[in-house]
């Protein structure tokens, strides 16, 4: 079956500290591939997306993520985070890679930053 | 611009009672919306893709019967949870996308409690 992996439930960082959260997917065709935020009491956002070209993507907030194919990974990173980047992290896959757009998603990273 | 709405954010109703969500975009034209669950700590689960003017597409275990969707126009879907039992309790967040775009855009998700 088609899944998402995010390797880490809770991971917990001190202010500045450099982040990197997994994502491992198990579809073997074209996908798309999202990362999407979810701070405390607010909706889901988009962080960022690869569709296609340059498997190093940048999104908003200082946050990039790289695809790699071989690995059928596609990491979220981030050099020094701040108390703001609190919250909860999803990775999520376009299987169809853009066909019918339907999303699967990791179970989703919680990032606690300490000020 | 990108703004997905849902009514109500919170809903608590008597076993048995049927419950309306609606999803709405508020700037742009929906061609697709997509109704999730979420248990607590869980990843979010599709349960259905609606485009507008047809019948839904429903995921493999999700009934059809006892999750209504409808998609009567371009900015709105709604979804109707009809006889509720305290099982059906959770989180249901729709999203929305364009004929243009391969993004969804998330709407900040309507908490069913059914006693």
């Known amino acids: 079956a088609q899944s998402v992996s995010q390797h880490n439930h809770h991971v917990i960082l001190s202010e500045a500290a450099s982040l990197e959260l997994g994502c491992n997917y198990s579809?073997?065709?074209?996908?798309?591939l999202f990362w999407y935020v979810q701070y405390p009491g607010q909706h889901l956002q988009l962080l960022l997306k690869y569709f296609s070209g340059d498997p190093l993507v940048k999104g908003i907030k200082g946050f990039e993520a790289e695809f790699i194919k071989s690995k059928f990974s596609f990491n979220l990173r981030k050099p020094s985070v701040q108390w703001s980047d609190t919250a909860e992290y999803f990775c999520a896959v376009d299987g169809s890679g853009g066909s019918n757009y339907k999303l699967t998603f990791g179970k989703g990273t919680l990032l606690t930053v300490n000020p | 611009g990108a703004v997905v709405s849902q009514h109500p954010s919170r809903v608590i109703c008597k076993s048995g009672t049927s419950v309306k969500i609606e999803c709405r975009s508020l700037?742009?034209?929906?061609?697709?919306m997509f109704w999730y669950r979420q248990f607590p700590k869980q990843s979010l689960m599709l349960m259905a893709t609606s485009n507008e003017g047809s019948k839904a597409t429903y995921e493999q275990g999700v009934e059809k019967d006892k999750f209504l969707i409808n998609h009567a126009s371009l900015t709105l879907s709604t979804l109707t949870v009809t006889s509720a039992h305290p099982e059906d309790s959770s989180f249901y967040i729709c999203s929305a996308r364009t004929s243009k775009s391969d993004t969804q855009y998330f709407g900040p998700g309507t908490r069913l409690t059914v006693l």
């Open positions: 579809y073997g065709g074209t996908v798309n």
């Open positions: 700037d742009f034209q929906a061609t697709t």
